[in-house]
């Protein structure tokens, strides 16, 4: 089993920056693969980030390609999702979610945190 706990979420003007963190415990973390989801209101949960379990394989969705960079930290059981460039269009709560195997850009993950809003206005 594991736990997964997001945080950084915010308020901030379009063009800037938040990190939000997945803090993770329970089972070896350092071993599964870990994606990084939002769901706007009124939508479906769309992928946003996904890294592997050693951070050699990375994907990004094609709208946060270049302004979002995922990472993580297997010593501190955290992975990371810098936001810069930030636009009202990524308005959302961003989840975290684990599995072990492939990073994959589906939601096919077996643990998922609670979620963190990000809000970015005008």
């Known amino acids: 089993q594991v736990q997964l706990v997001e945080s950084g979420g915010g308020r901030v003007q379009a063009g800037g920056s938040l990190r939000v963190s997945c803090a993770a415990s329970g089972r070896t973390f350092s071993s599964y693969a870990v994606g990084w989801f939002r769901q706007a209101p009124g939508k479906e949960r769309e992928f946003v980030a996904a890294?592997?379990?050693?951070?050699?394989?990375?994907r990004y969705a094609v709208s946060v390609q270049g302004r979002f960079t995922i990472s993580r930290d297997n010593a501190k059981n955290t992975v990371y999702l810098q936001m810069n460039n930030l636009k009202p269009e990524d308005t959302a709560v961003y989840y975290c979610a684990a599995k072990e195997g492939v990073a994959v850009i589906t939601l096919e993950y077996d643990y998922w945190g609670q979620g963190t809003q990000v809000t970015v206005s005008t």
């Open positions: 890294i592997s379990w050693r951070g050699i394989s990375i």
